[in-house]
Nanobody, 111 residues
């Protein structure tokens, strides 16, 4: 059974930083494509960052240059470093792999 557990969300001011974590069990993150999705209030999920099994990364234009996805193979955890946060980054961030989703972690960026 795959479990993806996100943590690290919270309330931060504009321009601040947060690091989200996705601790995985039942799946080896280094052998799978791992994604972070963002769901803004009232909107659909949007892919913001992806890391492939080979380590290739992808970023949505809206976060490119501000967010960094990475993984720790020993900890079987995927991270999303979020810098220069903007109010539009507010929402729930979900970890995703194959057919599985985490429960999400709330990020609120206040101006």
């Amino acid at each position: 059974q795959v479990q993806l557990v996100e943590s690290g969300g919270g309330l931060v001011q504009v321009g601040g930083s947060l690091r989200l974590s996705c601790a995985a069990s039942g799946i080896i993150v280094s052998r799978n494509t791992m994604d972070w999705y963002h769901q803004a209030p009232g909107k659909q999920h949007e892919l913001v960052a992806r890391i492939s099994s080979g380590g290739r990364t992808f970023y949505a234009d809206s976060v490119n240059g501000r967010f960094t996805i990475s993984r720790d193979n020993a900890e079987n955890t995927v991270y999303l470093q979020m810098n220069s946060l903007k109010p539009e980054d507010t929402g729930v961030y979900y970890c995703h792999a194959a057919f599985d989703w985490g429960q999400g972690t709330q990020v609120t960026v206040s101006s």
